[in-house]
Protein backbone atom coordinates (compact mmCIF):
# COMPACT_ATOMS: atom_id res chain seq x y z
CA UNK A 1 0.00 0.00 0.00
CA UNK A 2 1.62 3.19 -1.07
CA UNK A 3 1.42 6.38 1.28
CA UNK A 4 -1.60 8.04 -0.68
CA UNK A 5 -3.32 4.80 -0.38
CA UNK A 6 -3.10 4.42 3.14
CA UNK A 7 -6.82 5.30 5.24
CA UNK A 8 -6.70 8.30 7.31
CA UNK A 9 -8.06 8.82 10.78
CA UNK A 10 -9.57 11.32 11.47
CA UNK A 11 -8.85 11.22 15.59
CA UNK A 12 -5.41 11.49 14.21
CA UNK A 13 -6.25 14.25 11.54
CA UNK A 14 -7.93 16.76 14.49
CA UNK A 15 -4.89 15.90 17.11
CA UNK A 16 -2.70 16.95 14.53
CA UNK A 17 -4.35 20.13 13.73
CA UNK A 18 -5.07 20.92 17.03
CA UNK A 19 -1.36 20.78 18.06
CA UNK A 20 -0.50 22.74 14.94
CA UNK A 21 -2.82 25.02 16.02
CA UNK A 22 -1.68 25.40 19.36
CA UNK A 23 1.85 25.52 17.98
CA UNK A 24 0.50 28.70 16.33
CA UNK A 25 -0.59 30.22 18.61
CA UNK A 26 2.40 29.91 20.81
CA UNK A 27 4.39 31.17 17.88
CA UNK A 28 1.94 34.56 17.73
CA UNK A 29 1.90 34.89 21.95
CA UNK A 30 6.32 34.60 21.24
CA UNK A 31 6.10 37.82 18.40
CA UNK A 32 4.56 39.49 20.42
CA UNK A 33 6.47 38.86 23.77
CA UNK A 34 9.72 39.64 21.22
CA UNK A 35 8.18 42.86 20.57
CA UNK A 36 8.54 43.75 24.24
CA UNK A 37 11.79 42.81 25.18
CA UNK A 38 13.71 45.70 26.52
CA UNK A 39 17.75 44.55 26.19
CA UNK A 40 17.33 43.95 22.53
CA UNK A 41 17.33 46.55 19.53
CA UNK A 42 14.95 47.24 17.09
CA UNK A 43 17.04 45.37 14.33
CA UNK A 44 17.59 42.29 16.62
CA UNK A 45 13.70 42.20 17.73
CA UNK A 46 12.60 42.59 13.91
CA UNK A 47 14.98 39.67 13.67
CA UNK A 48 13.62 37.17 15.72
CA UNK A 49 9.97 38.22 15.00
CA UNK A 50 10.64 37.39 11.13
CA UNK A 51 12.38 34.20 12.10
CA UNK A 52 9.24 33.09 13.84
CA UNK A 53 6.81 34.22 11.48
CA UNK A 54 9.01 32.14 9.14
CA UNK A 55 8.39 28.67 11.18
CA UNK A 56 4.68 30.15 11.90
CA UNK A 57 3.89 30.24 7.66
CA UNK A 58 5.60 27.04 7.67
CA UNK A 59 3.11 25.44 9.77
CA UNK A 60 -0.08 26.93 8.75
CA UNK A 61 0.94 26.33 5.24
CA UNK A 62 2.47 23.22 5.12
CA UNK A 63 0.11 21.37 7.40
CA UNK A 64 -3.06 23.21 7.83
CA UNK A 65 -3.13 24.06 4.10
CA UNK A 66 -2.14 20.74 3.63
CA UNK A 67 1.10 21.80 1.52
CA UNK A 68 3.51 18.81 2.25
CA UNK A 69 1.19 16.23 1.35
CA UNK A 70 0.85 17.60 -2.57
CA UNK A 71 2.43 16.88 -6.51
CA UNK A 72 5.55 18.21 -7.74
CA UNK A 73 2.90 20.47 -10.42
CA UNK A 74 2.47 22.75 -6.97
CA UNK A 75 5.65 22.73 -5.39
CA UNK A 76 6.96 23.73 -8.96
CA UNK A 77 4.26 26.88 -9.18
CA UNK A 78 5.33 27.96 -5.96
CA UNK A 79 8.74 27.33 -6.88
CA UNK A 80 7.97 30.26 -9.20
CA UNK A 81 6.09 32.12 -7.50
CA UNK A 82 8.88 32.74 -4.55
CA UNK A 83 11.62 33.25 -7.58
CA UNK A 84 9.47 36.02 -8.76
CA UNK A 85 8.40 37.70 -5.64
CA UNK A 86 12.20 38.07 -4.22
CA UNK A 87 12.99 39.04 -8.29
CA UNK A 88 9.87 41.64 -7.60
CA UNK A 89 11.30 42.85 -4.57
CA UNK A 90 14.49 43.11 -5.59
CA UNK A 91 13.62 44.93 -8.26
CA UNK A 92 11.59 47.47 -6.58
CA UNK A 93 15.03 47.73 -4.06
CA UNK A 94 17.06 48.42 -6.96
CA UNK A 95 14.37 51.22 -8.04
CA UNK A 96 13.76 53.24 -5.06
CA UNK A 97 16.38 55.95 -6.22
CA UNK A 98 15.84 55.61 -9.68
CA UNK A 99 14.60 59.20 -10.82
CA UNK A 100 13.51 59.56 -14.40
CA UNK A 101 16.46 62.55 -15.35
CA UNK A 102 14.27 65.86 -14.65
CA UNK A 103 12.93 65.16 -11.93
CA UNK A 104 13.44 66.21 -8.06
CA UNK A 105 12.75 63.73 -5.18
CA UNK A 106 11.44 65.48 -2.06
Not at 51 to 72: C, D, P, Q
Given at each position: ?15 LC ?66 FV ?21
Amino acid sequence: MSESEKPVSLKDTIRLCALVFAAVVCATGLMIYTSFLPHYGWTAKVSIILAIATVNAFLVAGYLMHLLSEKKLVYTVLGFTVFFVIGLAGLTICATNGFPPGTVSH
